[in-house]
């Protein structure tokens, strides 16, 4: 049978970090789901 | 001269909906086979504005199947999403609209559907039946079985197969094989398909009538068959069903 791999989890990278004050645009996408994700 | 850069546009503002409604209805309104798909939620917009009333919009789209048959003259609203536990099937969609003067028009869309995997079904569900192959030979028997049970004991037009809809087989606590299928009114009676059923055509586009078979049969520990058709009658091509003009193979 196929198995489904448990996904690697993603290597923290160094995240640069943001200026103060800054404000990260509102995440316009993915939308809501309407009846449930497969 | 660069290019306008994309409007941001977010995937739940109603301008994103409308725009996914009216690919949603090109999408069902020109598929020719299988079930309905409903939007289950937009991935990602991208909006070229070309000039003040005209805008070149991208839009991809996550769908589920519905329960109801690409022939149904159900209104999308009233089709129910199938369950998780009845081996949900995704649809996802790239289309490429244009908005002009506040009217959509799908300009392409290109589609492709998958099952849910058996694993997510089997963790929740360990003994549902899951998704088999149309062309499983035990799918193809229940399918010839149920329709010719059908066609010997109801009175009216003889119906033939359009297409195996959906197959679902469950090996425990009993052997049982579900299947949906798309049948079509013949212009004979089924008592005249007796002789010689060959001989039975499909009604012209004018007079069509179709439907939708369930059967499920039960191979062990007993035998069993059960079967179900529903014709929705003589349709008239709609915004649901526009393909109905040109014909059905």
């Known amino acids: 049978p196929v198995v489904k791999r448990a996904v690697a989890q993603v290597a923290q ?5 943001h ?7 509102p995440l316009l996408c993915p939308g809501k789901v309407r009846y449930f994700k497969i | 001269v660069p290019a306008t850069p994309p409007a941001l546009l977010g995937c739940d503002d ?3 909906e409308a725009a996914a409604e009216a690919a949603v209805s090109y999408i069902n309104g020109h598929s020719r086979h299988g079930y309905k798909f409903a939007l289950n939620r937009i991935e990602n917009i991208r909006v070229l504005a070309q000039d003040p009333n005209n805008e070149i919009l991208f839009l991809e789209l996550d769908l589920l199947e519905t329960t109801c048959h690409i022939l149904s003259p159900t209104p999308l609203e009233n089709c129910t999403v199938r369950s998780f536990i009845e081996h949900a099937v995704e649809g996802d969609c790239d289309v490429k609209l244009q908005r002009r003067d506040g009217q959509f028009s799908v300009l392409a869309s290109k589609c492709h559907s998958h099952a849910d995997s058996s694993e997510d079904i089997t963790q929740l569900c360990p003994n549902c039946p899951l998704l088999a192959r149309l062309n499983d030979t035990e799918v193809l028997a229940t399918v010839t079985a149920a329709l010719s049970d059908h066609n010997s004991r109801t009175p009216g037009a ?16 009993a052997h049982i ?4 299928f798309a049948v079509a009114a013949t212009n004979c009676s089924a008592e005249a398909a007796q002789g010689n059923a060959e001989a039975c055509q499909l009604l012209p586009d004018d007079q069509s009538n179709f439907g939708l078979c369930t059967a499920s049969r039960v191979l062990s520990p007993s035998k069993d068959l059960k079967v179900d058709c529903q014709l929705y009658g003589h349709q008239v091509p709609t915004p649901d069903t526009p393909f109905l003009s040109q014909g059905v193979s």
């Open chain 2, 14 to 16: 109603p301008e994103a």
């Open chain 2, 158 to 173: 003889y119906l033939r197969l359009l297409e195996i809809g959906r197959a679902k087989i469950q090996y425990f606590p």
């Open chain 2, 177 to 180: 094989v579900v299947v949906e």
């Open chain 1, 19 to 25: 200026p103060v004050g800054f404000v990260s645009p």
């Open chain 1, 13 to 17: 990278r160094d995240k640069v970090p």
